[in-house]
């Protein structure tokens, strides 16, 4: 009769030991398969500042947006440069052959002239403004590029820590789990347990195995995902224990749409563009206004130099309907343009109070789950399986206490992994960190 009580009172204490300290005695990572080694030392070589960096330099975008920059700065230096200069030669007394009235002989008077265009009235000064407000929109671009590539990081990273803290959690399950399918097959041996929770602790068992086996598939995908964005190798080092950014606490709406007003690169872009259209516009009216031309040149007499000639020349400009249509077409550019700039204020102000009250609405969630719904699931799953080894629960309830306690554990990480998202939005739509 003692051995008979001895038996169960030490199985469910071999449980009891695993629910409330966590140990086993089953290597996690061989039960589901997966390697054990997950480059444990890569850590600092391929954590977020450090992809970040190398996604500034070695990424296909960036290089394409920084070429394009460059090509719009390198047109500033001769946007006010005069036009080139024009060699005129003209020939003078030909005489003819009276027979045929061909050209006899080789003309009397040579004349060689040199002439320049000037544009007058500040238009070079505006084309030169309209160069540089192009080149500023191009440097703003470029920024945008840098922006969007450094967010898709951020969330990349913010799921491949999501994927890391799930394995965890499955890999804290498992041994428990196996000292519960042991014991209800003890159980079962013994005659005081049913068939049916030695073979359904078996199954949650072995689903559990296979949810880590796709984690760990997932955890190698995301890996190639964050490196290939980075624009290096797909099996170069992540850090294998990433962790998350620290969420601010005093987020204000109304101090970040002020910011994002001032400092998104897209609407620093645009108002270069409205800069650029409104010069054209200048530009356009001021073709009215007439250029100069100077000319100076030698005479050649006889075969030797013998006097010089200048002339000067004012284009005018009398075609209306020419010039009316592209003063019409500027200003209806500069128009175009900013309404396009108005549209992205409103865009961005919305997609920034949608991210906004997003990591809002999470981090709620969090600091709920944590204050009250991990708290209880763990209670419940500890009391079910307690409750179990004593003969006084339904093994349905343990398993039923250990999903519970693994759905919460799910949202939580993924009520975090929605406050990351919702930061690396709204870190590109302020045009930089919090």
Same mark, same amino acid.
């Given at each position: 009769?003692?051995?008979?009580?001895?038996?169960?009172?030490?199985?469910?204490?071999?449980?009891?030991?695993?629910? =409330?300290?966590?140990?086993?005695?089953?290597?996690?990572?061989?039960?589901?398969?997966?390697?054990?080694?997950?480059?444990?030392?890569?850590?600092?070589?391929?954590?977020?500042?450090?992809?970040?960096?190398?996604?500034?330099?070695?990424?296909?975008?960036?290089?394409?947006?920084?070429?394009?920059?460059?090509?719009?700065?390198?047109?500033?230096?001769?946007?006010?440069?005069?036009?080139?200069?024009?060699?005129?030669?003209?020939?003078?007394?030909?005489?003819?052959?009276?027979? +045929?009235?061909?050209?006899?002989? !080789?003309?009397?008077?040579?004349?060689?002239?040199?002439?320049?265009?000037?544009?007058?009235?500040?238009?070079?000064?505006?084309?030169?403004?309209?160069?540089?407000?192009?080149?500023?929109?191009?440097? &703003?671009?470029?920024?945008?590029?840098?922006?969007?590539?450094?967010?898709?990081?951020?969330?990349?990273?913010?799921?491949?820590?999501?994927?890391?803290?799930?394995?965890?959690?499955?890999?804290?399950? !498992?041994?428990?789990?196996?000292?519960?399918?042991? =014991?209800?097959?003890?159980?079962?041996?013994?005659?005081?347990?049913?068939?049916?929770?030695?073979?359904?602790?078996?199954?949650?068992?072995?689903?559990?195995?296979?949810? !880590?086996?796709? @984690?760990?598939?997932?955890?190698?995908?995301?890996?190639?995902?964050?490196?290939? @964005?980075?624009?290096?190798?797909? +099996?170069?080092?992540?850090?294998?224990?990433?962790?998350?950014?620290?969420?601010?606490?005093?987020?204000?709406?109304?101090?970040?749409?002020?910011?994002?007003?001032?400092?998104?690169?897209? =609407?620093?872009?645009? +108002?270069?563009?409205?800069?650029?259209?409104?010069?054209?516009?200048?530009? &356009?009216?001021?073709?009215?206004?007439?250029?100069?031309?100077?000319?100076?040149?030698?005479?050649?007499?006889?075969?030797?130099?013998?006097?010089?000639?200048?002339?000067?020349?004012?284009?005018?400009?009398?075609?209306?309907?020419?010039?009316?249509?592209?003063?019409?077409?500027?200003?209806?550019?500069?128009?175009?343009?900013?309404?396009?700039?108005?549209?992205?204020?409103?865009?961005?102000?919305?997609?920034?109070?949608?991210?906004?009250? +997003?990591?809002?609405?999470?981090?709620?969630?969090?600091? =709920?789950?944590?204050?009250?719904?991990?708290?209880?699931?763990?209670?419940?799953?500890?009391?079910?399986?307690?409750?179990?080894?004593?003969?006084?629960?339904?093994?349905?309830?343990?398993?039923?206490?250990?999903?519970?306690?693994?759905?919460?554990?799910?949202?939580?990480?993924?009520?975090?992994?929605?406050?990351?998202?919702?930061?690396?939005?709204?870190?590109?739509?302020?045009?930089?960190?919090?």
């Amino acid at each position: 009769m003692t051995a008979g009580v001895t038996k169960p009172l030490l199985l469910g204490g071999l449980l009891l030991s695993l629910v =409330l300290g966590g140990g086993g005695g089953i290597s996690q990572a061989s039960a589901a398969g997966m390697d054990p080694g997950m480059d444990h030392g890569a850590i600092g070589e391929g954590d977020l500042d450090h992809l970040i960096a190398i996604a500034k330099q070695m990424s296909p975008e960036l290089a394409a947006a920084a070429l394009e920059s460059d090509a719009a700065a390198a047109k500033v230096a001769g946007a006010d440069s005069l036009p080139d200069p024009k060699l005129q030669w003209q020939a003078m007394d030909i005489p003819r052959d009276g027979s +045929n009235y061909l050209p006899g002989r !080789l003309p009397k008077t040579d004349k060689f002239f040199l002439q320049q265009d000037f544009p007058l009235w500040g238009k070079r000064d505006l084309k030169r403004e309209i160069a540089v407000a192009n080149s500023q929109k191009a440097a &703003a671009l470029r920024v945008v590029a840098e922006a969007e590539l450094i967010a898709r990081v951020k969330a990349a990273y913010a799921q491949y820590h999501q994927i890391h803290q799930a394995i965890d959690l499955d890999q804290e399950l !498992l041994p428990r789990l196996s000292t519960i399918a042991k =014991l209800a097959g003890a159980r079962y041996g013994q005659g005081v347990g049913k068939q049916q929770e030695a073979t359904g602790a078996e199954i949650e068992r072995t689903e559990l195995v296979s949810e !880590l086996v796709r @984690l760990d598939a997932e955890r190698r995908k995301a890996k190639v995902r964050l490196n290939s @964005l980075v624009g290096r190798d797909g +099996n170069a080092p992540i850090d294998e224990t990433p962790h998350l950014r620290p969420i601010p606490a005093d987020l204000e709406l109304g101090d970040l749409t002020d910011r994002a007003d001032r400092l998104n690169p897209e =609407l620093r872009a645009q +108002n270069s563009e409205i800069e650029a259209a409104d010069g054209s516009v200048t530009l &356009a009216e001021k073709s009215w206004y007439p250029d100069l031309g100077v000319s100076v040149g030698a005479v050649k007499a006889n075969g030797r130099f013998d006097g010089y000639e200048a002339m000067l020349e004012v284009n005018i400009p009398i075609r209306g309907g020419l010039r009316d249509a592209d003063i019409g077409e500027a200003k209806a550019m500069s128009g175009a343009v900013k309404s396009k700039r108005r549209a992205k204020e409103l865009e961005i102000q919305s997609a920034l109070s949608d991210a906004y009250w +997003n990591l809002e609405a999470a981090r709620k969630m969090e600091k =709920l789950m944590l204050d009250s719904s991990l708290p209880q699931a763990r209670v419940g799953f500890e009391s079910a399986a307690h409750a179990y080894e004593l003969g006084k629960g339904e093994f349905a309830m343990v398993l039923s206490a250990e999903q519970q306690w693994r759905k919460t554990h799910l949202a939580h990480l993924q009520a975090q992994l929605e406050q990351q998202m919702g930061l690396a939005e709204i870190e590109k739509l302020i045009g930089g960190d919090l």
